[in-house]
């Protein structure tokens, strides 16, 4: 089984997102853990909106492959079948072969290559193939953080995201992404001092104050 077959067959799994009917990537995904004799747990919080889990090694330093199942809408102006898997030149053509049914095919083949060489892990590997990422991970990874974090719970996690790789000077290079944006609350409070109309030199004005303020964030 190798890297592209899997991919091309992952693709094959319409898992548009909605409905996402992710339970078909994670049947698949369980013939090949059974096959292998590599444990796994499935989390399905709603009918057909699964996830899996599988782990191989018992270390305690805990390395974590993470990727989602579903797919945004293929829409139109493909050449090939967007849910064909088609292998064209060495490519492999589909919706979802970016994102990020890619990366879950490298992942899962490492995970079977390991088991397959029954090589023993320092550590352990974790691959979490989880659905709904598409529309928040509400069936996803936001469940399984909520209900039953034990199971991802790791020192190292790699995921989607960073760039896609370059060719510079004749060589690939790869971006390693190590941080995400997040959001910052703030709340701002101005002050003025009240006066008459008539002499709006003796006051504050806490309006002009605020929009001074705001005028510095916009230009940040």
Not at 109 to 136: C, H, M, Q
Not at 144 to 157: G, S, T, Y
Request: aromatic share 8%.
């Amino acid at each position: 089984m190798t890297p592209e077959r899997i991919l091309s067959d992952l693709i094959r799994l319409n898992t548009v997102n909605p409905p996402g009917n992710e339970i078909e990537v994670v049947k698949y995904l369980k013939e090949l853990f059974d096959a292998a004799g590599i444990p796994y747990d499935i989390v399905e919080p709603e009918r057909d909106r699964a996830s899996i889990i599988a782990r191989l090694g018992s270390g305690t330093k805990r390395l974590l492959f993470l990727s989602h199942s579903d797919v945004v809408p293929a829409g139109e102006g493909w050449d090939f079948d967007p849910f064909g898997g088609e292998i064209s030149n060495g490519i492999v053509y589909g919706r979802g072969a970016l994102d990020c049914k890619g990366l879950m095919a490298a992942q899962i083949y490492t995970l079977l290559r390991l088991a397959r060489e029954s090589r023993p892990l320092n550590g352990t590997l974790i691959l979490a193939a989880t659905a709904d990422e598409e529309k928040g991970g509400r069936f996803g990874i936001r469940y399984i953080l909520e209900h039953c974090p034990e199971k991802i719970r790791a020192d190292f996690a790699v995921n989607e995201g960073g760039e896609e790789p370059v060719c510079l000077n004749g060589r690939m290079i790869y971006f390693i992404q190590v941080g995400e944006k997040g959001t910052a609350w703030s709340k701002l409070r101005a002050e003025g001092k009240s006066c008459h109309g008539s002499i709006p030199t003796l006051g504050e004005n806490a309006i002009t104050k605020m929009a001074a303020v705001l005028h510095a964030l916009a230009g940040y």
